[in-house]
């Protein structure tokens, strides 16, 4: 397996399309089309043909394209999967993926020819399944886990601005 070094990743909402644009000029390694958090439910449906139109005009140079698709269980977690199954994409980031039957259904969603997938673990059952999902990753094209910091720390209940400095021992 090759490993890319990824220094810089940024999500962009794909309900916005200057952002979209602008992200064509940065200088990232990665750039995220976000059809989860960022898009209201009321556009999901337009974010998600705007993304499949970005994608085939291009222009992202040498970035590594990946779209965050809503969670399979949504109402529209299915759609984004279905437009993104053969549109080119470097990669799909999946929300919310706790264990490796999730990663499974992910996989079988997106056939034997679709995009690497990338996994965002962002609850606390996630994180436990982190050893079984990495096992499962042997047959998929899991490629990336990535933390999902800011889900993560809401399910913990964890307070905004605290300090990490009385665990950085006990991580570290």
């Known amino acids: 397996?090759?490993?890319r070094r990824r220094r810089s990743a940024l999500y962009m909402p794909a309900s916005?399309?200057?952002a979209i644009a602008k992200a064509r000029s940065l200088a990232c390694d990665v750039v995220i089309?976000?059809?989860e958090d960022a898009v209201a439910p009321d556009e999901k449906a337009a974010a998600r043909n705007r993304v499949v139109a970005e994608v085939g005009t291009?222009?992202?140079g040498t970035r590594e394209l990946v779209v965050r698709i809503n969670a399979l269980d949504t109402p529209w977690g299915a759609d984004d999967i279905a437009a993104l199954r053969s549109i080119g994409v470097d990669a799909v980031l999946v929300p919310k993926i706790?264990?490796?039957v999730d990663l499974?259904?992910?996989?079988?969603?997106?056939g034997t020819d679709g995009p690497p997938i990338w996994a965002m673990i962002e609850t606390c059952g996630g994180v436990l399944e982190l050893p079984g999902?990495?096992?499962a990753a042997a047959g998929s094209r899991l490629t990336a886990l990535i933390a999902g910091t800011n889900d993560l720390a809401k399910e913990l209940r964890c307070r905004p601005g605290g300090s990490a400095a009385p665990w950085r021992g006990r991580w570290c």
Not at 104 to 110: E, F, Q, S
């Open 98 to 100: 706790s264990d490796a």
């Open 133 to 135: 999902i990495a096992r």
């Open 58 to 60: 291009g222009g992202f």
């Open 1 to 3: 397996m090759i490993l």
């Open 16 to 18: 916005n399309p200057r």
């Open 33 to 35: 089309l976000d059809l």
């Open 104 to 110: 499974a259904a992910v996989r079988a969603a997106l």
